[in-house]
């Protein structure tokens, strides 16, 4: 069975950084790849980045590029994001997914979910 825990969110100003850590089950690491999503109040799921199994390869949304970045710990079986420059719109609980299948932007195609972690960035 895979567990994904999410940690490491939390009020922050706005300019500001913060790091989230999602812990999965061994098995997960180097079989699925993983991704964080976000979901704004009142707003839905939407995607923030992508990671592959062997985590060589990245993908982010566009508005993500350059300020945050997803990478892998498979010695630790840890996926982290680390996001950097947080406006006030980067409000949202934030998920970590595994095992995607189909458009790995949409919501639908994870079937691994984390509970998902607060972030709240103050103007």
């Known amino acids: 069975q895979v567990h994904l825990v999410e940690s490491g969110g939390g009020l922050v100003q706005a300019g500001g950084s913060l790091r989230l850590s999602c812990a999965a089950s061994?098995?997960?690491?180097?079989?699925?790849?993983m991704g964080w999503f976000r979901q704004p109040p009142g707003k839905e799921r939407e995607f923030v980045a992508a990671?592959?199994?062997?985590?060589?390869?990245?993908y982010y949304a566009d508005s993500m590029k350059g300020r945050f970045a997803i990478s892998s710990d498979t010695s630790t079986n840890m996926l982290y994001l680390q996001m950097s420059g947080l406006k006030p719109e980067d409000t949202a609980i934030y998920f970590c997914?595994?095992?995607?299948?189909?458009?790995?932007?949409?919501?639908?195609?994870?079937?691994?979910w984390g509970q998902g972690t607060q972030v709240t960035v103050s103007s």
């Open positions: 997914a595994a095992d995607p299948d189909g458009d790995y932007k949409t919501a639908n195609a994870w079937h691994l």
């Open positions: 061994a098995h997960t690491f180097g079989t699925y790849p």
């Open positions: 990671i592959t199994s062997s985590g060589r390869d990245t």
